[in-house]
């Protein structure tokens, strides 16, 4: 069965620290994803990537960087983390289509999610 | 305004019934359009595609309607099961996916 793992399901952070969510697939997908899903609001995408060491901006970056050095990995780093980033982050991965991009007509695979508090 | 709008609900229904219930897109330019199902506290999975012509998965019937830019997705004979909130999906383009926030559905016995 596929499979989209987030290493935390709660965490709690204080404000100023810096935070790390990790995501594993082992669906050997190209397409790796970051969302943030806030009631009323839906889920935004942060950033997302189509490569190892390739990633693109998403409609609310400010605030995060993410990493994939491998595959299978991709991580959302918080530098230093805020209020307002109080959130459910969902990881999601996608296999790759034509030319390089990620197929708009494929299903994501989601992770179970990672509710962060920030105090 | 929100790129992809849906109604929150919440819509009850009594199991057997029929529901439906739509989504507006504001990017007339929309290339795909999906509807994902959320389980309270679960992470959310496709339930179907959407397709011009509209298109059938048992029970679910989704419609695509370009003039207007909506989307509709209905529910033939609600089960308990079918409860969860459903999410409006719009592919823009390339890699980017617009969420709609959810309608809430809650089939009672």
């Known amino acids: 069965d596929v499979k989209v793992t987030q290493s935390s399901r709660y965490l709690v952070k204080r404000t100023g620290e810096k935070v790390f969510l990790e995501c594993v697939q082992d669906?050997?997908?190209?397409?790796m994803f970051w969302y943030r899903q806030d009631p009323g609001l839906g889920l935004r995408l942060i950033y997302f990537?189509?490569?190892?060491?390739?990633?693109e901006k998403g409609d609310i970056p400010e605030g995060y960087s993410v990493s994939r050095e491998k595959k299978e990995r991709f991580s959302l780093i918080l530098e230093s983390a805020s209020t307002n980033q109080t959130s459910m982050y969902l990881c999601?991965?996608?296999?790759?289509?034509?030319?390089?991009?990620?197929?708009?007509?494929?299903?994501?695979?989601f992770g179970s999610g990672t509710q962060l508090s920030v105090l | 305004r929100k790129e992809v709008e849906q109604d929150p609900g919440p819509f009850n229904v009594p199991e057997g019934a029929t529901v439906a219930f739509n989504c507006t897109y504001s990017n007339s330019a929309s290339q795909s359009f999906f509807w994902y199902r959320q389980d309270c506290r679960k992470e959310p999975k496709l339930l179907m595609s959407?397709?011009?012509s509209g298109n059938e998965d048992g029970r679910f019937t989704a419609q695509l309607n370009r003039a207007s830019q909506y989307i509709s997705l209905l529910i033939r004979d609600s089960k308990l099961s079918d409860s969860a909130t459903y999410l409006c999906?719009?592919?823009?383009?390339?890699?980017?996916?617009?969420f709609g926030a959810g309608t809430q559905v809650v089939v009672t016995p």
């Open positions: 990537s189509y490569d190892v060491k390739m990633k």
């Open positions: 999601a991965s996608s296999p790759l289509g034509g030319q390089g991009r990620p197929r708009t007509n494929e299903k994501l695979f």
């Open positions: 999906v719009v592919s823009p383009g390339w890699g980017k996916l617009q």
């Open positions: 669906m050997d997908h190209e397409n």
């Open positions: 959407v397709y011009s």
